[in-house]
């Protein structure tokens, strides 16, 4: 094996860590975001309820 083959090697080796490392982000970015709509939509259906009942009394 060649000095050449085994910097190519590494270096696609770092390519494949970085893709994966880039995809693996994106999915925990994609995953937040919706716990965070989540959590709005739930806290604004709470907070109607919430309201509809003091406005009943």
Do not use: P
Request: glycine share 4%.
């Amino acid at each position: 094996m060649t000095y050449g083959s085994k910097v190519f090697e590494k270096a696609s080796a770092d390519k494949t860590t970085a893709e994966t490392k880039g995809k693996y982000y994106a999915e925990i970015s994609v995953y937040n975001i919706s716990k965070v709509c989540n959590t709005i939509k739930i806290y604004n259906k709470t907070k109607l309820r919430k309201y509809s009942m003091i406005k009943i009394k």
